[in-house]
């Protein structure tokens, strides 16, 4: 197993008048090497909840487990936790601060005590695994590139840490569409070539529906639905009565079914969409 949640409570500010719960009793397991998406309304708990895989805040109550290793042990040091779980926070660009994008990314790598050669291996990849060119960026200031670019930069000081369990931020908030698609394939591309366990938090039900093995779904504070994105997006009511959707190619498919027509609506990508209603035409 590589993430077990048990009983996870998190109570901000408690005994004062500020005292929120933002976590109550959360359980839920990821398997090594899934690609999860979290999703919830503004407010469910999500950013509270990831904050905790990386030992940032610290629980109320409750245990968590990263590849056994219990992280919610007294003792447990900041630095073991984070050599395993990597953590992109929402606009991670906000954070670059070196003057150039090779001391940015080694910023983590060095903090290590790896040594000089390693420190240098690991940019080089992380750098290029986020789809940029480390011989053209390596002495640029971060500030010259766009905010997609500069973005990777900061995603990239995570990934050369070489983390086991890789968790983002809504990785693609205020970016256009082609930045947005990018990011995202890099990060597939992430999971799929280090079976890294990735845990992307995203409001985009098209990009999780696409993109993801195991939904879990954060409503006040607690885990309302989980399970595999064809399963969860079958749950309409329980998704639209705590603020959210299903992905608008869904929809459509529900549709055309309770109109009658004789096709799948458990349909989730457009492509699966294209294959379902040229089979329906077909047979007619
Ligand atoms: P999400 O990321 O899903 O939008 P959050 O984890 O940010 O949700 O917030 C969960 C709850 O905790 C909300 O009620 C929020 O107002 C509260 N909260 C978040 N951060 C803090 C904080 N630093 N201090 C006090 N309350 C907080
Ligand atoms: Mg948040």
Known sequence: MSI???NLTHIYNPNTPFETTALNDVSFQIDKGDFVGLIGHTGSGKSTLIQH??????????????????ITKKDVKLREIRQKVGLVFQYPEHQLFEETIYK?????PINLDLSQEE????VREAIQLVGLSFEDVKERSPF???GGQRRRVAIAGVVAMRPEVLILDEPTAGLDPKGRDEILDQIKALHNRYKMTVLLVSHSMEDIARLVDKIVVMHRGTVALQGRPREVFQHVELL??????IPQITYLMRRLKAMGKPIRDDVLTIEEAKT?????????
């Open 104 to 108: 940015d990314v080694a910023f983590g």
């Open 144 to 146: 010259e590139l766009s």
């Open 4 to 6: 077990i949640v048990e």
């Open 240 to 245: 639209e009565s705590i603020g959210l959707a």
């Open 119 to 122: 420190v240098d291996r690991r």
């Open 276 to 284: 379902e209603i040229i089979n329906w035409l077909r047979r007619k």
């Open 53 to 70: 895989l990386n030992g940032l805040l610290k629980a109320s109550s409750g245990k968590i487990l990263v590849n056994d290793f219990e």
